[in-house]
């Protein structure tokens, strides 16, 4: 399978502290790629990295085999990247639907009639119908967090970064996200999921990797990688010889 | 019955003044730029008509279909060649640039049309007025700016908050990094903002050069009768700014009704109030 995004050796630090060390990986075109690691491991960073939001001080990240290293946001985003954020951010004065379609004409390129019909779609499939037209500033956080990944989607990503989304959600709630989730990635769209909810993550990906201080630690199937000894000693904290 | 006519021509005065303000307005708005040169840049326009006038031998109003592309055009080119680079955490940056715009603008129009007062010539339109009642008569030119200037506000909330363009706007305003994530042009979308703004300018700065007399140096007075209309109807709410234009003008009016010299003065003393009893307007929309 060709690789959908590809990054190699991205180092990134502010001042001391490293948030990319030697980063390198590959995401198959279709796959769902599990990221997990302490608070601080550089996990959102990435991300922002990903998405043009913070340029790299070395190493190159490619999308569909082209370079984007130097490519701004606005034109990651159209060439197919499209990521939710762990603290909401929507843009508040704006109703539900207009943060919508913000993404659908400016992201996907969508002409206005296509756009609309976009928006109702993504709306039914994130549960968002009824808030339409609502402020997007009024919404509860959960309805915040549906917002993020509706908003995501509607740019038409071919990757899809999430970023905690699953977080604060009840059992129930979690479990008709893990469904969505899984019906976005049989359209083919391909995803990079940032997680500490593991159950649903491990309900989702094919591949977990494991980053901790900028460095990828782990990388491999998700139950072996979440049972290993590195991800034992530094993501859940245990010490292995006890 | 003269108070009368004094406020109703101050209600008129003060379309004018709304244009002076909605593209400051739109521009603080968008990308929370305060621009120093706008009273220059609405001078340039005047220049521009009086120019287009004379060249090609056409009456005033028929020049706004040249300044008015013009500015929009130089609003785009100035926004991405120039303010867009000045734009970031600081807001230091843009005030100086626009300043010595202003300076440059000032100096470069004084350099090519001297400091002789200019007036364009509107003829029979100008002395045509409608009777209404006994001592109240309209102006049909008064009339035909204070309804552009309604028609702009309204054509300017309608691309605001019914388009995509409007969106992009909304959206840049609300959060740059996050309108950039969704595929918009952050650079591109100020340049048009900017290209919109300059092209209301164009309009006021044409209607200023029939109205009266015009040189190079009255920029800056023209920017502080935008900048209180702006901030007398509240940051962020076109509306309202086209209310601060009237209270601008009636007040202005009333003070020249009281004495001549009182004029600028009472309009003055009008935004002092507003502030001191409003300090965010009287009708703000953007919070904090």
New interface residues.
Partial sequence: MASILSLRDVEKSFGAVTVADQLSYDVAAGEALGVVGPNGAGKTSMFNLI???LKPDSGDIAFEGRMITST????R??AGI??S?QIP?P????SVF??L???A?????EP?RRANALCLDVLEQTGLMAKANALAGSLTLLERKRLELA?ALC?KPRLLLLDEIAGGLTQHECEALVGTITDIRSTGVSIVWIEHVVHALLAVVDRLIVLDFGRKIADGDPHDTMASREVQEVYIGIEADA | MEWVNAIVQGVLLGGLYALFAAGLSLIFGVMRLVNIAHGDLIVLAAYLGLTTTIALGVHPLTSLMIAVPAMAAIGYVLQRGVLNRTLGDDILPPLLVTFGLSVIIQNGLLEIYTADSQKMNAGAIETASLEVTGGISLGVLPLIMFATAVAVIAGLQLVFYRT?LG??F??T???Q??????????AHVFGLAMALSLAVVGIAGVFLGIRTSFDPAIGPGRLIFGFEAVIIGGLGNLWGTLAGGIILGVSQNIGAQIHPGWQTLAGHLAFLFVLAVRPRGLFPRIEG
């Fill in positions: 998405t043009g939001t701004s946001a606005a034109a985003c159209r499209a990521r954020f951010q843009f508040g004065g704006m207009e943060n379609l913000v993404a004409t400016q992201g996907a390129r206005a908003r740019a | 995509a969106r992009a909304r959206a305003s609300d959060n990094d996050i309108a950039q994530l969704m595929g918009l042009n952050k």
